[in-house]
T-cell receptor
Framework: GNSVTQMEGPVTLSEEAFLTINCTYT??????LFWYVQYPGEGLQLLLK?????DKGSNKGFEATYRKETTSFHLEKGSVQVSDSAVYFC????????????FGAGTQVVVTP | DGGITQSPKYLFRKEGQNVTLSCEQN?????MYWYRQDPGQGLRLIYY???????QKGDIAEGYSVSREKKESFPLTVTSAQKNPTAFYLC??????????FGNGTRLTVT
C-alpha cells in the first residue's frame, strides 16, 4: 500500500514569505497525488492534484510538481497571506482505489501579519 | 448548491451509549467514505461504500457500523465497543476515480 511523509509543523511564516511543504510517498503502483487544505473547524478541500509524472498542479497561487524519480510532491507558494493559515495534507491514491487516499499527518501553517 | 452535509457539528454522549452521525450528499456521487481525525494525525479510513447496499471496512472499522440504503446517505454509528470514540469525524464522497469532497465534520465527545 501507499504511505506518505510530510514535514512536521507548525510552520510559522510572515505574510508575503515563501512557503514550501515537503511531501514524499511510497507506492506500489503509479498513484495520483493530491494536496488538501483544512481551515480551522472545517472539513478538507481539494487544493490541487497531479495524475502523472512531471504534471504540475496549481490553484490559488499554490503549486506542486509530480516528481516520479524522487517520489515527491512538494507544495509551494511564492507569497503567503494570513488567509493561508491552515493544515495541509498530502495524499497519494492508487488507480482503482476508489478515492481511498492515504493521508499524511498534515502540516499546520501559521501566517502572521 | 451541491455538497455534503454532516450533522450535528458537535455531539456529546456518555460512555456506553451508541451514537449515529449523519452524512447526506446531493452530488449524485456513487462512493462515500467515513474518516476519523485525531489531533496531530492524518485521516484514517473507517468505512467506505462504492454503491448502494454495499460497504467495506477501512483501516479502523472496529467499534463502528454503517449502512447505505440510499445513494445520498451514509450514516455512521459509533458503538459502545469503540474504545476511544472522541474524535473529529469526516464524511466524504467521490464520483468513482476522482478526488474526494468532504463535509465539515462532526466533533464527537464521549465522557
Amino acid at each position: 500500500g501507499n504511505s506518505v511523509t510530510q514535514m512536521e509543523g507548525p510552520v510559522t511564516l510572515s505574510e508575503e514569505a515563501f512557503l514550501t511543504i515537503n511531501c514524499t510517498y511510497t507506492a506500489t503502483g503509479y498513484p495520483s497525488l493530491f494536496w488538501y487544505v483544512q481551515y480551522p473547524g472545517e472539513g478538507l478541500q481539494l487544493l490541487l492534484k497531479a495524475t502523472k509524472a512531471d504534471d504540475k498542479g496549481s490553484n490559488k497561487g499554490f503549486e506542486a510538481t509530480y516528481r516520479k524519480e524522487t517520489t515527491s510532491f512538494h507544495l509551494e507558494k511564492g507569497s503567503v497571506q494570513v488567509s493561508d493559515s491552515a493544515v495541509y495534507f498530502c495524499a497519494p491514491a492508487e488507480f482503482g482505489s476508489w478515492g481511498k487516499l492515504q493521508f499524511g499527518a498534515g502540516t499546520q501553517v501559521v501566517v502572521t501579519p | 448548491d451541491g455538497g455534503i452535509t454532516q450533522s450535528p457539528k458537535y455531539l456529546f454522549r456518555k460512555e456506553g451509549q451508541n451514537v449515529t452521525l449523519s452524512c447526506e450528499q446531493n452530488l449524485n456521487h456513487d462512493a462515500m467514505y467515513w474518516y476519523r481525525q485525531d489531533p496531530g494525525q492524518g485521516l484514517r479510513l473507517i468505512y467506505y461504500s462504492q454503491i448502494v447496499n454495499d460497504f467495506q471496512k477501512g483501516d479502523i472499522a472496529e467499534g463502528y457500523s454503517v449502512s447505505r440504503e440510499k445513494k445520498e446517505s451514509f450514516p455512521l454509528t459509533v458503538t459502545s465497543a469503540q474504545k476511544n470514540p472522541t474524535a473529529f469525524y469526516l464524511c466524504a464522497s467521490s464520483p468513482t476515480e476522482t478526488s474526494l469532497h468532504f463535509g465539515n465534520g462532526t466533533r464527537l465527545t464521549v465522557t
